[in-house]
């Protein structure tokens, strides 16, 4: 059988696809409003440069050395234990974790796109019970848009790798970049802009805590999609003779880009138009339907156009977060991609409709234990437990265990002089960082 491999053009914009996704748009905005801004994004913008690069280097070398799902890769390329490092690759369940909420939020999304084309909400309060009444009592409308995510995505993998993941993010990610390029360029003409300048870059540090520090070091991770497989899995059908450090620092350049830019997007209309730096889930929910109402008619435009690019990014990194499991089932037990898909569909698909049910009241209740309901705790889970763990095994696992020549003669030609210092900071600054910010958020530190 012929294998299906990424064009060059088509892995990068696959991986960054991957990368950029609901975290960059939804997430990003409101952690850093919530984190008082300028020195939280200068933490996330040193992690990301210092820790996110070199380890999106090593993941994608373990996928390109590896070829296959990232539980073979591990198991190829340990030399000895070959069973115990074979665990390392199940990274990938974290992937269809985070898609039991992640699909539902994108669900949202849609609803949003729909509702967006006929009116607006005038006031945050109105804005608010909106969200809030869709959040709390709407299992239908949860339940529709949550479905037509499940299919959309589903339909996507059963396509492969050519035919339906590079396809689709040809055309997507373009497309989200043209719309977001197009509301920035209106945004810098606000006066606003140059408040929303200062207030993402001027650090205050008296606002960061070690818990906003965390904070930052595990978005960077997240929002890179380091740590589950989704890069690795990508990195298996790039072409022989790529050049990783290359790949590595277009998706790290594309990813951070549209951070910024959403950032400073979003708060400029927000202080032109809202309450300024909203905090909160509810920031692009709540608040900014409010301020897009304030913008008269270009903003009912700007808000089904700001709608449908977070969909696109969120369909695009979707896709990414189950892959590693449909690729795991087609490699090691000859699953057809048709039956492997469907199958971690259904699985993101029911035990998502679980999440939705989990905010839902008169079900919450039920799913809700130590203050969190299940929605929250998958979230928990996956970002302080499971991606946290998987960077420090994929530092420990190239550093230390995968035969120094075979990293070194890849990665020496394509580092340079920089290789040295790559190595080093796998080996030593990236586990330690790691296990301490796993610690924190898991409330030991
Ligand atoms: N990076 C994606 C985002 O920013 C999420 C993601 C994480 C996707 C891990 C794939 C793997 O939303």
Known sequence: MKIARFSRIGFILAAAGSAVGLGNIWKFPYIAGEYGGGAFVLIYLATVLLIGFSIMIAEMLI????????????????????????????Q?????????????VIGWIFN???????????TVEEAEITFNAMLHTDVFTQLFYHTLAFIWI??????GIKGGIEKMNLFLMPALMIILSSMFIYATTLGAFSQAVSFMFSPDWSKINSEAFVVAVGHAFFTLSLGMGAIMTYSASMEKGSNLVKNAFWVVFLDTTIAIVAGLMLFTFLYQYGSGPAKGPGLVFISLPAAFYEMGIIGNIFAVLFFIALAFAGLTSSVSLVEPMVQYFIDRFSWSRLKASISMGLF????????LLSNIDGYKEALTWGGKNFFDWVDFFTAAVMLPLGGLIMAIFVGFIVEKQRVESIMRPQLGFAFDAWYFSLRYITPVAMFVVMLSLMGIL
Do not use: H, Q
């Open 63 to 90: 996928g390109y050395l590896g070829r296959k799902d990232t539980v073979t890769s591990f198991e190829e390329l340990a030399p000895k234990n070959k069973n115990l490092w074979k665990l390392g690759g199940f």
């Open 154 to 159: 589903t339909y996507v993998l059963t396509k």
């Open 112 to 122: 949003y796109i729909v509702t967006s084309l006929t009116s607006l909400p005038s």
């Open 92 to 104: 990938g369940l974290a992937g269809l974790f985070i898609m039991i909420f992640y699909s539902v």
């Open 348 to 355: 993101f698909y029911l035990v998502g409709i679980i999440a």
